[in-house]
């Protein structure tokens, strides 16, 4: 008899709860609450389980929000929970709760080649360390390593690093950007608010006024080719990606691959297909070499966030993944 477990994605927006079969990690029964109709976890959680009449006992739930200790408090919504008390309410004899990041990290181990898109390099190499990146509300960041037949995911917050500009057309964003905000990270840049920096950014270093776009008008009237500044900004956010993707092979040597995932980019793929953000990638001076090889990957899978959910529960329960 096959036995499940819960695994949950949850957002600000929507919760995304499934069930995960624990022996081949596969999803199913994936349905999405919006969570301003809830007023806790806990209640979303029972409304799917009593949907799905199975005797649940462990679950995995990711979260976009840091987790530290006991008590979660989410970024983007009010809900606030004791994970020890959520677990004990519902009777599981393990409950895991992740940021959304790690769950993607996890995700990694369990794609097929029908689930990504490369980006140049050769082959990844097995069990060798891993990096994943994604652009959205953020920019979230994380590393995968293999240790002893085990993945560890490496979370942080490599998103709020430095802004590294490598040209001059860079460096006339960062002036403009530190003369507003002071601090700029990469978030600044590589993010749904990032594209819209980069436009605001190009036109003042200009010494015009740029419009008050939203980050869906910059990408949509560059795609259209009905405006200059923001075909440039789009062009710009991809090469500043490769630059970025690039600094995450190179600090912990991602052998086993670079992944990008988020929302932003499969928005324009054909754009970002034909950008220049591979050759930025392995503009790396003396170690362009070092980098040239290693593969990057767009994930392509619907629920990224479930899958690793499911597979950081699964490796808990000692399954190898």
């Not at 990694?108 to 080649?113: E, F, V």
């Not at 001076?285 to 767009?298: A, E, H, K, Q, S």
Request: hydrophobic residues 40%; charged residues 25%.
């Amino acid at each position: 008899m096959t036995k499940y477990a819960l695994t949950g994605d949850v957002g600000g927006t929507n919760a995304r709860l499934a069930l995960c079969d624990v022996e081949t990690g596969s999803i199913s029964q994936v349905k999405t609450f919006p969570t301003s109709d809830y007023d806790s976890l806990e209640a979303v959680i029972r409304v799917f389980l009593d949907e799905q009449q199975q005797d649940i006992k462990d679950g995995c739930i990711a979260i976009a929000c840091p987790i530290t200790e006991d008590w979660v408090e989410m970024t983007n919504h009010d809900w606030a929970f004791s994970t020890k008390l959520l677990k004990a309410n519902l009777g599981f004899d393990h409950l895991e709760i992740i940021n959304d990041f790690t769950a993607v990290s996890m995700a990694i181990p369990m794609l097929s080649a029908a689930d990504v898109i490369q980006f140049g390099g050769k082959e990844a190499v097995k069990d060798r360390p891993i990096a994943v990146y994604g652009a959205g509300t953020g920019l979230g960041v994380a590393h995968l390593v293999h240790v002893d037949k085990r993945w560890v995911s490496l979370p942080g917050e490599g998103g709020h690093v430095d802004f590294a500009p490598n040209s001059e057309e860079e460096d006339l964003i960062l002036e403009v950007l530190r003369a507003e905000i002071g601090h700029v990270s990469a978030e600044r840049v590589l993010s749904g608010m990032g594209l819209v920096n980069l436009y605001r950014a190009i036109v003042k270093s200009d010494d015009r006024v740029p419009e008050n776009l939203t980050p869906k008008d910059v990408s949509t009237r560059a795609l259209e080719d009905s405006c200059i500044d923001c075909r440039r900004a789009l062009a710009l956010f991809c090469v500043i990606m490769g630059r970025f993707g690039g600094n995450l092979a190179l600090t912990l040597g991602t052998f086993g691959g670079v992944y990008i995932a988020g929302g932003i980019v499969p928005r324009f793929l054909e754009f970002f297909k034909s950008s220049g953000f591979r050759a930025a990638f392995e503009d790396k001076g003396r170690f362009r070499d070092y980098v040239t090889d290693i593969p990057v990957y767009m994930i392509t899978h619907d629920q990224p966030g479930l899958l690793g959910a499911g597979a950081h529960l699964r490796q808990t329960l000692g399954r190898v993944l």
